[in-house]
């Protein structure tokens, strides 16, 4: 089982205990997770994500084959060919990247450009709807979510991109699910840690019509419990608990 | 049939909802039976629950007419005779119609209402809410109140409270009891444990979805194992992630208890739950608060 929406790191907004490496490796441990591909969360709140790259590099550096960096790629910013050439360079499988957070727009061509040049590497996208929801957030925090209308934008922009959705909620990944051709589906995969199960059921109705394949496993630790999706995968329905989730190392 | 995922001990969901055909959703019927499939998988043993009027078909979720109040208890009533070893009911009530629901909590109370449910209405510390208040300890009734963690402005489509105006309404009736709903249930649960760690009779409840890392260790280091009461409310996957979390926190088996059944058995009228508990009387919850700090 691999974790693909784990970060280290504080938040701006609100103190999160204990969001260090080694937390995250015993909570891994205890909860049977195999691998977690591991975001540095502050740097989804700085300018340049350089620094924030370089430590995220250090604290996982001892722990590289449970905890997989997963660093930041900003497209508009000068020489993000690099950053990105570092990261595929020093195994990472993924790059996040955080357009609200940046002011990016929708259908920004940088953004374009680094889906296409992640997927040429053999590289994942990893894109966060919300760390909050949107009820709790601080006054300063106005970025606002990712559109579903950023995301059709990006599984569009070629054949090359692959996409890991994180935080996203039903009505969202239908919307864009429904509104892309079969090929551009095969490019996005969403994770289900903010998907309500029972009684509305919603990871299940997903599975039924979208399809298992298309989900991965993800917990958005640090900032919310790591128990949740597995409880939500132990009570679907019994026509689609064995369903098969997909994954992030074949990419469907 | 294997064991529940929660365990074999004791649970009570404080905090749960059924629909009716008057709901105006097609799948009413399944949200009802996923919430016992659920139920069973997790190992809840009563669900507490309540309908909201029409949930917003005929009239708004949070301001239900009194017909709808009418027919949502109705229909309430109805689930919880023909479920009666697992289901315990609130009456639910829109305050601005006093007559009518002074009226309804009578009718429901004598048919086996356990608790009062108030939606968002009017704000929790209007004096409107008084009589129902005074009724509420007068039967030894909880009230469950609909709450926003952290009221910042008004939201749409409902008037909002939050943990302090509940805390002043529980100030002016400290012989009644007041379940704070859905602590995950948005907003920010942060600035309700101050606004009520000084209200003995106030008692959240951790349902909704949010299950924010940090909310369950606050809730628990300020207000108490003995002021926490376990819920699912709209998503049982947070309540059974909640449960598991509790674990791992490292609480002794008395807290444990306390959340998952204790707090409820003590806050209900004794014998609402013949299943589990030995005939406890409503304000004990206050007695053992108080105790616990």
Redesign the interface.
Known sequence: MIDVNTFVGGYPF????HPEPAALVRVLE?DRIDVAWVGHLPSAFYRDPAPGNRELRAQLASNKRLLRPVPVVRPDWPRWEHELRAAHDDGAPAVRAYPPQWGLGPHDAAMRELALATGELGMMLVLTVRF??L??RH?LDVAGDLSAAAIRALARSGDRARIVVTAAGREMIEEVHWGLTPREQERVLWDISWI??????QLAKLFRTIGSRRFVFGTQ?????V??P???L??L?DDVREMPLGSVERGA | MSAPLAGTAPLIDAHAHFYYAGAGRSDWADLNAARFRAGERIGITYHVASVLGSYGFSSPTYFPSPDDVTAGNDAMLDIAAREQDRVRMYVTVNPNYTDHALHEIDRCVDRGAIGIKLLASRRADDPLLDVIADVAAERGLPVLHHIWQHRRREWPSQEISDGADLARLALRHPRANFILAHLGGGGDYAHTFPAVVDVPNVFPDVSGSGVDRGMLDGAVAILGAARLLWGSDLTMETGLAKLRALEVMGLDENALADIRWRNAVRLFPGGSFPRIAPNLGTHHAQHTALRAR
């Open positions: 609100r103190h999160v205990p205890r909050e929801d009820r709790q006054a309500w199960g029972p009684p509305e059921d630790w640090p900032l919310r419990l128990q949740n597995r409880a939500n132990d009570l329905p």
